[in-house]
């Protein structure tokens, strides 16, 4: 896909994100305002997947503990009083992008199966961490006093101001992930994916790199916690469980890995899967799972690939 | 501490399967715990109907390896020659397949499985060392198998293809071995190896959708410690992670209690137990990254 | 010789049972080619291995321009001058032949953690990086992607990308490998090209490409080097008749 096909096909996606607040004001069906902005929330922490794995090559199990993180460092500050999203939020972002530099500087050192088997071990002690701790609810989970307070006329407790505060933050993410992708930064990462031996034989010591997209993608996932928290205004360490990386992966794979906007169409096909067949039965799943095998065997390059001009990965 | 060694051997019954596969096909199997799920799900269907706890074993245990061979010709087939990403998607989708249909035929709920009369009581090991005779039994089969394995692949036919094939699968497919019969049953093999590790964890744990999942995160602790391809490393891997988990979560908290308050202690007791596994992992990762035990490939 | 660019002590490498490399003594002088020639299994590529920083010696010593490389890293050799080609081609396949050797040039010019600008606006690596693929003569190949190149050309691009480094020495491992009669002559007048401006160490097997490009030749055998020499001595060293046991080594 063209550069320019790429960017009117994000500009088309966000328009039609935009819209939506008013499609369900037309049917008064408030409850799409809160479908589409855990899609979009998921979106933003798909994405944050799709720097390591679509396009590093990183096949990282364990996303789900920086969002898990972003999601407590809002509640735990916010049960003690202080609830301006101007502290929370970096504080979501440092405190996941320091937990991926802990757990990357480890991992990293490891590569193919070791990676993604130890990756999902860290995840998963984080989550077991998280439900002995009882002062923050342990198994139980904990609400979310309030939402955060970002100041001003901006009252994240009105439906359609937070869902145009998630919108414009997934824009800006889609629009500085396009100018990492292309930087030089973005560059090694996609080298790294295609011959990492290459790579550290024309001279780039490639460790350093890698460390730094883990790092960067466990923030913006610690940043989509921290929305979500907002959202749900309950959490528990179920956030972190590695069948919730699961849950993140699928949807990059599903809508497309190595492309920004794959993992946007991924997330909305799922939740809005999810939301469908649910409707059907209870046990969903059971058609999901099978489902999920089929979509890996027989259409890797996801919903992405199927849109006109689609195919030809970013590069 | 035999509580421990009872947890090992239970890791590694799940772990010799786990890492037989992956040493073998190079496959990630993360539905292994599906099976383990299934085993012990089998067990109590079959107590059930027949009531009979030794005919209920020995048709979990048929039943969960023709499952798992069903699994592999259906749906694992295909998975060899992908990567392991396509090979985490696919048995990841198989995970939430079988966690409904377990759902969906015998409810969320969890299911009571009993020990049977004739297994429950103690067992006097030692003067003043009373044992629960179901547990003991759990390591004595435990061990069993772990010989079992030992004399099946190091003397027997079956298990000279089984080494072979690890180290050079197409060099034993031009010797004219028929590798896809192979490779369903050492799958089949493994999946039975499970399902005796779920049947026996049935009367101790409890049986609800899900199970699986705990278990396989500790297995895959157990075989990237142990060396991944490796069966002595499986079962040394699970001993010492059975070990560890259990002491340190019986232990840690109590000792923790004489150096800080307990109040803290009760805090991060807990916490500090539950990833001192984890941390174990990562230190043997960093002076031996291949795991204690690596198997040898070309 | 005055002080070797290149000076190999008692370097070591086994695999299991198996000695890849026994006891290797080599010198190379800056600005000659010394080509590395035996028979299969002689453990050339391993040598090479060993030079780049691919591969860690078990016992021995590397230094290169004075200092000692032995523990580097194949990263930060590439940044005290050396450079490496690929016997079996190994290059980015999904960018583009002229990103390949962008990245190379790129890799060279300071330090990566730039994330605003596009890379392909950057004139200071598109530009070098267009005058080394019209050095290899794929001055017109810049835009596809390398991986549709065909295998001459991979292998030119090789060459590239080792140049686009700025390298004081060249490890080139079977450049000409797996191509045909017409790419090889191309190939071997690229390199021609590189004599004396670059110091290489050549592993060939294929012994036209040798003759026409080395100052000197070593001669490996299990692991060691039996016999070093201008051409002419090594075609008439009856150890080297006898190590290629039947071989004609072509007059």
Redesign the interface.
Known sequence: MTSRRRALTLVAVLAALAAVPLAAAAVDEPFYLDLFGRIMIFAIAAVSLDIILGYGGMVSLGHAAYVGIGAYAVAIPALHGVHSAWLQWPLAMALAGLAALVIGAVSLRTSGVYFIMITLAFAQMLYYVGISIEPWGGDDGMRLAQRSQLGGPLDLGDPHVFYYVVLVILAVLLLAGERVIHARFGTVIRAVKSNEARLQAIGVASFRYKLAAFVLAGAVGGLAGALLANQTEYLTPSFMHWTRSGDIMVMVILGGMGTLGGPVLGAAAYLLLENVLSAWTVHWQVILGPLLVLVVLYARGGLWSLLPGGGRRDG | MLNGLQLGVMLFLVAAGLTLVFGIMNLINLAHGSLYMVGAYFAVAFLGWTGSFAAAVVLALLATLVVGMLVEMIALRTLYERDHLDQVLATFGLILFFNELVAIVWGRAALFATIPPALGGFVELLPGLRYPVYRALIILVGLAVALLLYVVVSRTRLGMLIRAGASNRTMVAALGVNIRLLYTVVFGFGAALAGLGGLMAGPIYTVQPGMGEELLIEVLVVIVIGGIGSIRGALVGAIVVGMVDTLGRTFLKPMLATVVSPAAADTAGPALASMLIYILMAAVLYFRPQGLFPAARS | MAEPLLEVRGLRKRF?GLVATDGVDLDVAEGETLAVIGPNGAGKTTLIGQL?G?LKPDAGTIEFAGADVTAL????R??RGL??S?QIT??????STL?NVA??V???AGH?????????A?AALREPARAILEQVGLGARGDVPAGTLAHGEQRQLEIA?AL??RPRLLLLDEPVAGMGLDESARMVQLLRTLRGRHTIVLVEHDMDVVWALADRISVMVYGRVIATGSPEAIRANPEVRRAYLGEEIPA
């Not at chain 3, 890293?73 to 930060?76: K, L, N, R, V």
């Not at chain 3, 190994?90 to 960018?95: G, L």
């Not at chain 3, 990566?112 to 392909?120: E, I, K």
């Open positions: 299991g780049s691919d890293p194949a990263s930060a590439s940044h450079a490496r690929f190994s290059i980015f396949r999904e960018f990103d990245l190379a790129q890799a060279h990566s953690f730039r994330f605003w600008r596009p890379a392909r950057e990308m686009a480094t």
